[in-house]
């Protein structure tokens, strides 16, 4: 069976600080990972994606995310908070691409 | 490149009436997802379409929904009868091909069931 825990459904940084948003995966078998980003009225958006190449991914605006196996884990990062970054994220898992299940979101809230 | 359209955006019926969500993917994009959405909840997957096949519904709720992609463009999901419980934003996604490819999201249809 396939899951992702998003630890954390807020998360409020201050402008200019660290963003980490937390993801811990459970597959039986190396998965594919995705972090999305959902806008108020909007649909969501691809921020990065793990197909199994690099470890470290870099994704749009500034993101990036470190498969870590030993931990199971994803962790979305970006160095310094900007207010626009203020959005609703998903992480998402498939095997196989044919079942993608997502978690439940975290709300990132950016304090000027 | 025009995105993922869905209609109507926004959808208010009473329980046990039907109702239809349309999606018009991407142009070229042969696989197609159908999410639900609830409040505070991530997406679900309800159907995935590869062209015109079905490749997965394991988690549609058949005996009330149902969806087609008849030509293996545009596609419909429908409710029929609603449930309270079935409020939620329905999402419609395509990728070019199947497999952890990404998937384009359309803006979703809100669906109040009263």
């Known amino acids: 069976a396939q899951s992702v825990t998003q630890l954390g459904s807020h998360v409020s940084v201050s402008e200019g600080a660290l963003v980490l948003l937390r993801c811990n995966y459970s597959?039986?078998?190396?998965?594919?990972l995705f972090w999305y980003v959902q806008y108020p009225n909007q649909g969501l958006q691809l921020l990065l994606k793990y197909t199994s190449a690099a470890t470290l991914v870099k994704g749009i605006n500034g993101f990036e995310a470190e498969f870590k196996k030993s931990e199971t884990s994803f962790h979305l990062t970006k160095p310094s908070a900007h207010m626009s970054d203020a959005a609703e994220y998903f992480c998402?898992?498939?095997?196989?691409?044919?079942?993608?299940?997502f978690g439940t979101g975290t709300s990132l809230t950016v304090i000027p | 490149e025009a995105g993922v359209a869905q209609s109507p955006r926004y959808k208010i019926i009473e329980k046990r009436q039907s109702v239809a969500f349309w999606c018009n993917p991407i142009?070229?994009?042969?696989?197609l997802y159908w999410y639900q959405q609830i409040l505070g909840q991530g997406p679900k997957l309800l159907i995935q379409f590869q062209n015109n096949g079905v490749v997965d519904d394991s988690q549609l709720p058949k005996d009330r929904f149902s969806a087609e992609r008849l030509k293996g463009v545009d596609s419909t999901l429908k409710i029929q009868p609603a449930k309270l419980e079935d409020s939620a934003v329905y999402l419609c996604a395509t990728a070019a091909s199947p497999g952890p490819e990404t998937q384009y999201f359309g803006p979703g249809t809100r669906l109040l069931v009263l």
């Open positions: 597959s039986s078998v190396p998965p594919y």
């Open positions: 142009s070229g994009h042969a696989t």
């Open positions: 998402a898992v498939t095997r196989t691409g044919n079942q993608f299940y």
